[in-house]
């Protein structure tokens, strides 16, 4: 049973300056939810109740989020604004937090490997916040890969097709397709340029993860841009056979760029914010 879901946040967001020059990107609003609410809503949907937070020097926000504001609470209680707190209550009452830090900035795969306190031996989650994944026609997509895992029982990546001028951006796999869409990952590259990209398939922001990675990041030479990758410890299990590419079914929008934190927002505002569910 997966139990714990990773949030590595401990990253500097300068896409996004100066709005996160003082406030952690992870709580920019997708119209009134910050992007980490989304995510941790992703996980208590997979039933992954005990959520563990990779921080940083200034993501304060983050733990004040996931904590009661008696203040305000008082102040809004019994009236029409108390349903805004709804989601956020929820979250609080049904989850554990529990939060380090990343010291210094070298790579997810470091990230990942500062909160091995916090996972202990079991298999996990990682969800990056940026990767907004949202299934309005059924499970979310943390949920299609637990399951995945019940029958699999090894590493699972979450993949979608990208442009091909865009592998530069993204983990990419390759690998024997065993239905059509899970693939026995035999490739994986970290941001290659399309000329030496084995396909067009590109990891985003949802791993499971077996215990036995902490283990091999610790071994893990940097890698692109001098940072400790996930892709490259990942590889390693790859090449026992021990991971699996998931073709989610459902929307990602990237809000670490301004196009896809924009169709986010459309999109939510849309589908959520204008039928009363967007808190
Ligand atoms: C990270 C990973 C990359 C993956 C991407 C998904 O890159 O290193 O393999 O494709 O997340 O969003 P980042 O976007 O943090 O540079």
């Keep these: 049973m997966i139990k714990k879901c990773m949030f590595p946040a401990a990253g500097y967001g300068t ?14 609003p997708i119209v009134s939810k910050p992007l980490i609410q989304y995510g941790v809503e992703e996980a208590l949907e997979a039933g992954l109740k005990q959520i563990a937070m990779i921080t940083g020097r200034g993501k304060r926000a983050l733990e004040d989020h996931f904590d009661i504001s008696y203040e305000l609470e008082q102040q809004i209680q019994d009236t029409d604004k108390e349903r805004y707190l709804t989601g956020i209550r929820r979250l609080i009452d049904e989850c554990t937090f529990s939060y380090t830090r990343q010291v210094q900035m070298k790579g997810l795969g470091h990230a990942i ?17 940026d990767d907004l994944c949202i ?17 699999f029982r090894c590493s699972i990546v979450a993949i979608q097709e990208v442009p091909p001028e865009e592998t530069h951006k993204y983990g990419i796999v390759a690998g024997e397709m065993l239905r059509d869409d899970i693939m026995r990952v035999s490739t994986m590259v970290e941001k290659p340029k399309p000329a030496d990209a084995p396909s067009n398939m590109a990891i985003i922001g949802r791993y499971i993860l077996t215990p036995d990675i902490f283990e091999i990041i610790q071994a893990t030479e940097p890698g692109k841009g001098g940072e400790i990758q996930i892709t490259d410890a990942l590889m ?17 929008f990237d809000c670490g760029s301004a196009e896809g934190y924009m169709a986010a927002t459309n999109f939510c505002y849309e589908h959520f914010y204008k039928a009363g569910k967007g808190y």
């Design 135 to 151: 299934n309005t026609e059924g499970e979310g997509v943390l949920a299609q890969m637990v399951r995945l895992y019940n029958q």
């Design 15 to 28: 896409r996004f300056l100066p709005a996160t020059k003082a406030m952690p990107k992870e709580m920019l």
């Design 113 to 129: 490997l500062s909160g091995q306190s916090l996972i202990g031996d079991e298999p996990f989650a990682v969800v990056l916040a």
């Design 236 to 252: 390693q299990q790859a090449r026992n056979g021990l991971v699996l590419a998931y073709k989610f079914k459902g929307q990602r």
